[in-house]
């Protein structure tokens, strides 16, 4: 975790390994000119996290020496076992995420919620797992009322909440976002009324078409004292490291 804007690659079920080497070399190769203030994390299928942990922290990969000047990646995970490591068959306890280096974990997203059944008391008893073994939990909601009741029993400065309008995530690769005021709207009452120190992400369609609109909810304003924001969940365009890439450029120029 870290003071700069997080942008999470959201991959969802989508790369093979192969796919996913290809990818990270695009996107090393292209991202020669900018060093910024961005932390990039990739929320990857459970199946690549150990071939992108090698690939990110090998002292001698290209991604490492990258590092060195200022770009920096790190590991999410999309979901995350509700039980610790046990007799639990087909999960993937947190435990293991952060022995993989696991930094950040999805929780919730709607499609989670809309093709798992996923439910706030889900939400809570991963939120807890993560906490434990480290990680720190991204919780996705639409709504105020998807946010677990008692978030605020929990250390604020782990928590990040990503506000993702269902009807804002693209479809087949067309994009339709939440408008940049409406978010900045949402997230305002929002911030009002749950504990101070969450912070916030946005997920919905960012692309390259809309990053500069957004990019001012990452700032203070003259009516709030701290960012709307702190960075983006990216699903589709985050798939092509090209696109990607040109999200985070358009970041940096703002
Ligand atoms: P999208 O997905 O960027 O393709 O809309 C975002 C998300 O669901 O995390």
Request: hydrophobic share 40%.
């Amino acid at each position: 975790m870290s003071g700069k804007i997080l942008v999470v690659a959201n991959w969802k079920a989508n790369k093979t390994v192969e796919e996913a080497g290809d990818w990270i070399y695009q996107f090393i190769v292209q991202s020669s000119s900018f060093v910024n203030q961005v932390e990039v994390a990739i929320a990857a299928p459970v199946t690549l996290l150990y071939f992108l942990k090698n690939k990110l922290s090998t002292s001698l990969s290209p991604f490492a020496l990258r590092s060195a000047e200022g770009l920096t990646a790190t590991l999410a995970a999309q979901d995350v076992s509700p039980y610790p490591i046990g007799q639990y068959t087909g999960a993937i306890a947190a435990k293991m995420l952060s022995d993989l280096g696991v930094t950040y974990c999805l929780l919730g997203h709607s499609e989670r919620r809309r093709y798992f059944g996923e439910t706030n008391k889900d939400v809570e008893v991963k939120l807890k797992q993560c906490l434990e073994n480290n990680i720190s939990p991204i919780v996705c909601a639409q709504s105020l009322e998807e946010i677990p009741e008692n978030i605020r029993n929990y250390p604020v400065d782990k928590l990040y909440i990503m506000y993702e309008p269902e009807s804002a995530i693209s479809t087949n690769g067309v994009y339709h976002a939440e408008s940049a005021p409406s978010v900045r709207k949402v997230i305002t009452d929002w911030q009002n009324k749950l504990p101070k120190g969450i912070r916030f992400l946005y997920g919905g369609s960012v692309n390259p078409g809309n990053i500069r609109d957004f990019s001012g909810l990452l700032v203070p304003s003259a009516d709030c004292l701290v960012p709307i924001i702190s960075g983006f969940v990216v699903g589709h365009a985050s798939l092509d490291p090209e696109e990607f890439l040109r999200i985070i450029k358009g970041l940096s120029c703002r």
